[in-house]
């Protein structure tokens, strides 16, 4: 799912050949925009810049031909420097844009400066990522041993630059290609992006590309082309890219008399990799190199520090109301002791809803967060979501969100921010620890990306990667989480490694958290008398209650329709069976079966009061509803969705711990086995370990350490 769509999209016919472009923030101005690449990567190479930008900007970006939807012409005269140049202006033209800050990386830097020179006046600045201005330095020098036409002497290396190995094999050279192109450690998704970007064309394109390209300048001519470019300039190159020599950066960024940004161990394509970085500096860029746009004049006040309210920024994980129940019973604790601490919320649906609901102050920034939960919905199937590849899919929208996170803390004069499983702030914060500006509280119920086994080597060679990585953060830049907070015990941790020659996820997790116990949010002795709870609801004391939830996402809504269809076949088994099923703000109640004795509601305001009276619960296998009714002592079945490494791994473990529940494989069970256990479970006692009441004290006197 991305994380912004455009406003418009369309596309220039030139001689016949399609351009595609995409305009996004349509209402805003100056513009900028993004040119395209070599025909290897689409206009998505750009994914973790167009929100960003859009956000202040209007922004163009455009797929060059041979790639996305543009058209893939094999003539290698489409392919030269004046007919990209051409295309630009065309794009611009259609747009009606009359100038625009223009920006490039590799053939688009190239592209971008003489686009430069030959249109002064429809450029009002041009940024450069790692130009390819080969003429300025020596060409690379392993690609110049080889020949792009002969027979390759090798199908290793940059002997694959090859126009028989790209017709042979176009995605072995694809993988090799972008391993140089990302040579910065723990870039997996950026090569997987990329390869998948490149195998869209075909061979056929790409050495039309090369053969139609613009001969190399000789030095000489190439000064004298950048001598003509007048515009503003800023030049990014990363010091061990292996592509492009980052002496062509600096010699360009000298001879244009432009800006530069190296940085320092950066590889080709630093927009992809250094996003945050990136970003700023074009930001920057942009407002430095266009007119100050007419506006009201600005008030500000600054408070001197002693004069100001102790605040606190809470960031509470958007995947289903459990983090916000538990979130908002750890700031209640808080205030019991900072009674005037102010707690802002930045949060997204339906979490703001809840939040707003109890009165809380959510910070108006959070109508600008891309939905999480809309991304995670997009990628279950029927009962599987497989989380850890969903999430590496949602890159473009944690990268749009930590921007606006990072603005909100910038602006705020925060004591404290905590981050509930805010992954993208969490590891922006850890790749640019100079962003950080307040103290910072980390919590999380799980540690460890975990493989399934249905993902074989490739799945956890990733999971280690993403491991080692966080394990390079937390350990190299030990600043950045002032406290770690687990939610839960030691003994809750899996019993795994973090992969192969990495450390014991237990150990390591009690070298560098602190234990808060699980936070239920509740006292369970309120709900010790449970004929008074079912009285109070409206049940009777004598009538088998069955509550089926699934949470706040559209996730469940496939165990929704199993569980609610095989209610006829319960009855059989339990007679007089009365069932509630709460479907949650994302789930269309109409959609799902209807039966007498079976109430289907939306929300219910008191979830919590109807699990303890409950004589039986079905539910998802999310923590938070499995570990209230651990509290509460009521027996249930829970169905953790396939693939979901947290539900099948982390929460299973926890839950065999607690001796709880009744885990059930959704693929696998019918009408007769939902019933059969539900029927066995209804006349179990149960025996759980208790859950102790104090999680949220706990964590708030951590947290209030820090304020």
Not at 50 to 60: D, G, M
Not at 86 to 97: F, G, K, R, S
Not at 290 to 303: A, I, K, L, N
Not at 619 to 644: I, S
Request: charged content about 25%; glycine content about 8%.
């Amino acid at each position: 799912m991305r994380a912004c769509q455009p406003d418009r999209s369309g596309a220039v016919v030139r001689d016949g050949i399609a351009s595609a472009y995409d305009v996004y923030g349509e209402n805003n101005s100056p513009t900028v925009m993004l040119l395209r690449t070599w025909a290897i990567a689409q206009s998505l190479h750009w994914k973790f810049q167009i929100p960003v930008l859009a956000r202040r900007f209007r922004v163009i970006a455009m797929d060059g031909r041979g790639q996305g939807r543009s058209d893939r012409p094999h003539d290698p005269a489409a392919y030269s420097l004046e007919e990209a140049v051409c295309d630009v202006i065309a794009v611009m033209d259609e747009t009606q844009t009359p100038q625009a800050v223009i920006a490039g990386v590799s053939l688009g830097g190239s592209l971008a400066a003489a686009v430069a020179r030959a249109h002064p006046d429809r450029v009002s600045g041009a940024a450069l990522i790692a130009p390819t201005l080969i003429g300025l330095t020596e060409p690379h020098w392993a690609r110049s041993l080889y020949s792009f036409t002969d027979e390759p002497v090798s199908d290793e290396g940059w002997a694959l630059y090859n126009a028989h190995a790209w017709r042979r094999d176009l995605g072995k050279f694809a993988e090799f290609f972008w391993s140089q192109i990302f040579t910065e450690p723990h870039s997996t998704k950026q090569l997987e992006d990329g390869v998948g970007w490149t195998l869209e064309t075909d061979a056929e394109v790409l050495v039309a590309t090369i053969y139609g390209a613009t001969g190399p300048m000789t030095h000489d001519d190439q000064v004298a082309a950048l001598e003509q470019v007048r515009c503003p300039t800023l030049v990014i190159h990363g010091t061990d890219d292996q592509v492009i020599p980052v002496a062509c950066g600096v010699a360009a960024a000298d001879i244009t008399g432009g800006d530069l940004l190296l940085i320092e161990g950066g590889g080709h394509c630093p927009q992809a990799r250094d996003p945050m970085r990136v970003n700023r500096a074009l930001l920057e860029f942009v407002d430095r190199v266009t007119p100050p746009q007419e506006r009201e004049p600005r008030h500000t006040t600054w408070t001197r520090a002693l004069n100001r309210r102790k605040r606190v920024l809470y960031l509470s994980s958007p995947i289903g109301l459990g983090h916000a129940r538990r979130d908002l019973a750890v700031v209640r604790e808080l205030r019991a002791l900072h009674d005037d601490v102010q707690v802002e919320w930045l949060a997204q649906h339906p979490v703001t809803t809840f939040l707003a609901d109890a009165r809380e102050a959510v910070h108006p920034a959070s109508a600008f967060l891309r939905n999480e939960s809309e991304h995670i919905e997009s990628e279950a199937r029927e009962h599987d979501l497989h989380a850890f590849q969903a999430i590496r899919r949602m890159d473009e929208i944690l990268v749009s969100n930590f921007s606006i996170v990072q603005d909100v803390v910038e602006d705020g004069d925060y004591d404290v921010v905590v981050g509930d499983e805010a992954w993208d702030l969490d590891y922006f914060w850890h790749e640019n620890p100079e962003l950080k500006r307040s103290a910072y509280v980390w919590m999380t119920d799980f540690v460890g990306w975990l493989p399934m086994p249905d993902g074989g080597q490739d799945e956890a060679a990733l999971t280690a990667d993403y491991n080692a990585e966080m394990i390079e953060h937390v350990e190299r830049f030990k600043r950045v989480r002032d406290a770690s907070l687990f939610v839960g015990d030691p003994d809750d941790i899996v019993p795994d490694t973090f992969g192969p020659g990495l450390p014991d996820i237990r150990t390591w997790t009690e070298k560098h958290y602190d234990f808060c116990g699980y936070i239920t949010g509740f006292d369970a002795a309120e709900f010790d008398d449970r004929d008074a709870v079912r009285r109070r609801l409206g049940y009777d004391a004598d009538e088998p209650l069955v509550v089926v939830t699934v949470g706040g996402s559209g996730v469940g809504s496939p165990l929704l329709h199993k569980v609610v269809d095989a209610y006829p076949r319960l009855c059989k088994e339990v007679a007089g069976l009365r069932m509630l099923v709460v479907a949650g703000p994302r789930v269309d109640t109409a959609e799902l079966p209807s039966y007498d004795g079976v109430e289907i509601r939306g929300y219910v305001p008191e979830l919590l009061a109807h699990l303890a009276a409950c004589d039986a619960a079905i539910v998802q296998g999310g923590l938070t509803t499995t570990m209230e009714l651990v509290a509460t002592g009521r027996p249930f079945l829970y169905f953790p969705l396939g693939r979901h490494f947290e539900q099948q791994r982390h929460v299973r473990h926890r839950l065999q711990r607690h001796g709880a529940g009744v885990c059930l494989d959704y693929t696998h069970v019918d009408a007769d086995d939902i019933a059969i256990a539900l029927a066995q479970q209804l006349a179990a006692t149960t025996n759980y370990l208790p859950v102790p009441s104090d999680g949220a004290a706990r964590a708030a006197r951590v947290i209030a350490e820090l304020i």
